[in-house]
């Protein structure tokens, strides 16, 4: 069985302040697990992914997340937020011994203030 | 190239039509994903077809709805006698294979009235 839970339902940062959106997860094979991000009208685009190789993993646009087992957390971070990165975010995880059918988090909306 | 994408973008039915949802996956992609995305929510798996093969249906919600991939690359979701409780974003998604990295389209909205 795999979980994933999303912290917050909406995170409100200013415009070059740093962001931090919160995912927990639970599974019982080794997790491969994945940030998505979705604009408004549009599809969900992959941020980045982790599947057991480096723990600190960077994806696109300035985000990274690290990997941490003994927290079971996969925390999506950027240095300094932008406008355009108003969006709703996902996190998502799938098992290697499973299925591999995705499980979604409920997402987290980040709101960016000027 | 051309990415995943799904017709039509929105389409509005009585209580009690059915309704036909297409998918184009990016062209090589043997793993096609759908899944319902209600307002406020993540998406939630339906089903998963490996070329034309279907899988997984286990996240269907009714025996009315139904899901097809007849030739290994284009998939339609139907779905039967609508109720209101159908309306949600239902979303396509392709990938090289299970477990990798999936490319979603842009969702159709479904609004049952």
């Known amino acids: 069985a795999q979980s994933v839970t999303q912290l917050d339902s909406h995170v409100s940062v200013s415009e070059g302040t740093p962001v931090l959106l919160r995912c927990n997860y639970s599974?019982?094979?080794?997790?491969?697990l994945f940030w998505y991000v979705q604009h408004p009208n549009k599809g969900l685009q992959l941020l980045l992914k982790?599947?057991?190789?480096?723990?600190l993993v960077k994806g696109i646009n300035g985000f990274e997340a690290e990997f941490k087992k003994s927290e079971t957390s996969f925390h999506l971070t950027k240095p300094s937020a932008h406008m355009s990165d108003a969006a709703e975010y996902f996190c998502?995880?799938?098992?290697?011994?499973?299925?591999?059918?995705?499980?979604f988090g409920r997402g987290t909306s980040l709101i960016v203030h000027p | 190239g051309a990415g995943v994408s799904q017709s039509p973008r929105y389409k509005v039915a009585k209580r009690g039509q059915d309704v036909a949802l297409r998918c184009d996956p990016i062209?090589?992609?043997?793993?096609l994903f759908w899944y319902q995305q209600a307002l406020g929510q993540g998406p939630e798996f339906l089903t998963y077809?490996?070329?034309?093969?279907?899988?997984?249906k286990s996240g269907l919600p009714s025996d009315r709805f139904f899901a097809e991939r007849p030739e290994g690359s284009v998939s339609t979701l139907k779905i039967q006698r609508t109720q209101q409780e159908d309306s949600a974003v239902y979303l396509c998604?392709?990938?090289?294979?299970?477990?990798?990295?999936?490319?979603f389209g842009p969702g159709t909205r479904l609004t049952v009235t």
């Open positions: 998502v995880v799938t098992t290697s011994g499973g299925s591999y059918i995705p499980t």
């Open positions: 982790y599947t057991s190789a480096a723990t």
């Open positions: 062209s090589g992609h043997v793993s």
């Open positions: 998604a392709s990938s090289q294979g299970i477990g990798n990295e999936q490319y």
């Open positions: 599974s019982s094979y080794s997790p491969s």
């Open positions: 077809f490996q070329n034309e093969a279907q899988l997984d």
